[in-house]
């Protein structure tokens, strides 16, 4: 490994080239093992005499910090008595955020529990990990080096506009797909589109955390509105609202999905006001009873419906692969937006996840874990049914169940608190997530979760 080492040109220039390679062994940047250049090499690129870095060498040696081999060469050698580490940036404090990213709480790792009911996890192990491997390596034999377009791979959104079109309705041409790095990406190039300092922004009550927080880092004022047995109440949406950020389909976290009235009165609401409604379709290809309503996007005739979407929930999280479908008007400006951010997304496995949805293997994998999703489902389903308030759900890798729970009694048991998803008044439940944990381990979690008196109101 190349190391860098800078010389003042002051002073003892042996004392300096050791200080620094000490510094690099104890610190962790240079590790046990690695080969140093010779000192003749290193000596003609600090552009000192070859015995000023060999007396650095010596001592290095003497202090057991390196070891000589015979025609191999010198090789870091650190001894057993010293305690590497990382070395740290520096730790002054003069320079702060700006006070909204005070307000943000940091996601913080959460280790694997024994019984895992977190939300928003797909199970990794239905991923066709092989048949992906294949297509990877396919691509990387043909596809072009250099940067793509903004919007991403042709092939991809050509295959994203066919896909959705057919299973979700979804109104788009190619021209109109825009792929992100996750939904995450696509809210975000959204809000730096749309959003001005001060700007009103609508979102669900319980809703998605990460969306508001995300509003809200841009500066906007972030205004909860009540979701009810028909989603999203479209008369409490303030009058100042400029966007509104829903999930129709599979409404999160509570599983219900929005009436076609209230997605008609919703979409009058827009065009009355001159706002902009992100449908951002949660999780809902995992269907297990009833045909889904049409998209707000497919019922869109005025062009105010941003239709968002995300195959980590559906493939697996490290694809770190969505998309958006923007109306013409705002097409030009998310694409510059896109480009500003990260120019594109990752163009191997663009092209190999366009392969995967023309030869049918998407819709196939999908079938297959819906299948698995909904035994999990209605299991879960039966359980919470008899202790809690069950909210109904068709669809997704969840479910919510409104009562008194303690979250507490099990910590080998990950499940989410609906008081979490919620900015105001909290009602209390419980959110199952089911991506997590394999059928024959879902009773014992939850009889665990509940065995400490968890029972709620009927």
């Not at 690695?34 to 290095?60: F, I, K």
């Not at 001159?274 to 889904?292: G, H, L, T």
Request: charged content about 25%.
């Amino acid at each position: 490994m190349e190391f860098h080492v800078s010389l003042t040109g002051r002073g003892d220039l042996a004392a300096q080239i050791y200080r620094q390679l000490r510094d690099a062994i104890l610190d962790g940047r240079l590790r046990e093992g690695e080969r140093l250049p010779p000192t003749r090499e290193l000596s003609r690129s600090l552009d000192v005499a070859r015995n000023t870095v060999a007396v650095a060498y010596d001592r290095l040696m003497a202090d057991g910090f390196l070891v000589g081999r015979a025609g191999a060469g010198t090789f870091v050698c650190a001894p057993a008595r010293v305690e590497t580490g990382r070395r740290r940036a520096p730790q002054g404090s003069g320079v702060q955020p700006r006070a909204v990213w005070r307000s943000i709480p940091p996601m913080a790792p959460r280790p694997t529990p024994a019984f895992d009911f977190r939300v928003g996890m797909p199970d990794v192990r239905l991923f066709p990990l092989e048949t992906w491997r294949r297509l990877v390596t396919r691509e990387l034999r043909v596809t072009a080096a250099g940067y793509l377009p903004p919007e991403g791979h042709e092939g991809l959104r050509d295959a994203i506009a066919r896909y959705f079109g057919i299973a979700r309705s979804v109104r788009a041409a190619p021209d109109d797909v825009i792929v992100t790095q996750g939904a995450q990406q696509a809210l975000d190039l959204i809000g730096r589109v749309l959003i001005e300092p001060g700007d009103c922004v609508a979102v669900e009550e319980p809703g998605y955390p990460p969306a508001r927080r995300l509003f809200h880092s841009l500066g906007a004022r972030v205004a909860g509105v009540p979701v009810d047995a028909e989603g999203l109440d479209v008369t409490a949406i303030p009058r100042a609202a400029r966007l509104v950020y829903v999930t129709p389909s599979h409404q999160f976290p509570l599983g219900t999905p929005m009436s076609l009235a209230r997605r008609t009165a919703l979409l009058a609401w827009a065009e009355g006001r001159d706002a902009v409604v992100i449908e951002d379709d949660y999780d809902s290809e995992f269907r297990f009873e009833d045909r889904p309503l049409e998209p707000l996007q497919s019922l869109d005739r005025s062009g105010r419906v941003l239709y968002v979407g995300s195959f980590s929930k559906t493939l697996a999280p490290m694809l770190r692969l969505g998309f958006l479908v923007a109306p013409a008007s705002l097409q030009p400006a998310l694409r510059t937006a896109k480009r500003l951010t990260d120019w594109h997304s990752e163009a191997t496995a663009q092209a190999a996840l366009a392969r995967f949805i023309d030869e049918g293997l998407l819709a196939r994998h999908v079938r297959k874990a819906t299948r698995v999703y909904a035994a999990r489902h209605a299991r879960i389903a039966a359980f919470l049914g008899d202790r809690l308030d069950l909210v109904p759900s068709a669809a997704g890798l969840h479910l919510c169940a409104k009562g008194e729970a303690d979250l507490t009694a099990a910590p080998e048991v990950a499940v989410e608190d609906l008081t979490t998803y919620y900015a105001g008044a909290p009602e209390r439940g419980v959110v199952v997530g089911y991506g997590g944990i394999s059928l024959e381990h879902i009773d014992e979690g939850l009889r665990r979760l509940f065995a400490r008196g968890n029972r709620g109101p009927r």
